[in-house]
């Protein structure tokens, strides 16, 4: 990982930020580009949520702002999550390495993707053997904890195809497709707010884009066997 400082790092692209210690965006006026530091525990590449409100909250929507309105392009680096042993986070590593990335927002936050890959889950995790998830980490925001050695669990148990309307990436796009689905908490993390012990086949559920976003249309979240009711309705 990085043997220069993260500042340093930052600096070296022409970038600055309004405080080295909270930020967690920077940006380059000159160049009109913007820098994210993106968390490995954000593994479904959210960057930005509305609910978080810690330092730096207000300079990270602005520098948003100005890639969905003002042009600017988007630059992520990755950085590995710790703790210190009173519990506070830091970031343990960090890649010098800027990668181009794509913002989508979906309700309330923002997620980032490589450009060829514009389908974002509305509530996708990246995750027996027990796994603990849900935990609220504090990095100046709240983030929910991912595990994704869950998520692999999970699809080694059902596959890749939908769970709901059966439909396969690979067998529809070839390549391009191969292994990609998104992957369903059956009780949303937001609804649970603390840690608790998830078990990637009960717990989680393989499911295309369109019907995880029909899960979520309703609040609470239908169920799978909900939708799948509707399908079977619709198509008689």
């Excluded at 506070?88 to 989508?104: D, H």
Aim: aromatic share 12%; net charge negative.
């Amino acid at each position: 990982m990085a043997k220069i400082s993260r500042k340093k790092f930052i600096e070296s692209v022409g970038a600055t930020c309004a405080n080295w210690q909270w930020s967690w965006s920077f940006i380059n006026v000159e160049e009109k580009f913007i820098i994210f530091g993106e968390w490995d525990a954000n593994a479904d590449g959210l960057i930005f949520s509305e609910d978080w409100n810690g330092p730096g909250s207000k300079q990270s929507r602005e520098h948003i702002r100005l890639v969905e309105e003002e042009g600017y392009l988007l630059k992520t680096f990755p950085m590995e999550y710790a703790q210190t042993e009173d519990g506070k986070p830091q970031i343990k590593s960090f890649k010098p390495e800027l990668t181009a990335k794509r913002v989508f927002n979906v309700g309330s936050n923002w997620y980032v993707a490589t450009p060829e890959r514009i389908a974002l889950p509305p509530e996708e995790v990246q995750y027996p053997e027990i796994y603990e998830e849900g935990a609220t980490k504090e990095v100046s925001v709240n983030i929910y904890e991912r595990n994704s050695e869950a998520r692999r669990k999970c699809i080694a148990k059902y596959g890749y195809s939908c769970q709901v309307c059966e439909f396969d990436f690979e067998e529809k796009y070839g390549e391009l497709g191969k292994e990609f689905i998104h992957v369903h908490h059956l009780v949303p993390l937001s609804d649970i707010k603390k840690e608790y012990k998830l078990n990637p086949t009960k717990d989680l559920v393989p499911v295309c884009p369109n019907c995880h976003a029909m899960l979520h249309k309703t609040q609470p979240p239908l169920l799978i066997e909900q939708l799948k009711e509707i399908l079977r309705k619709k198509s008689t």
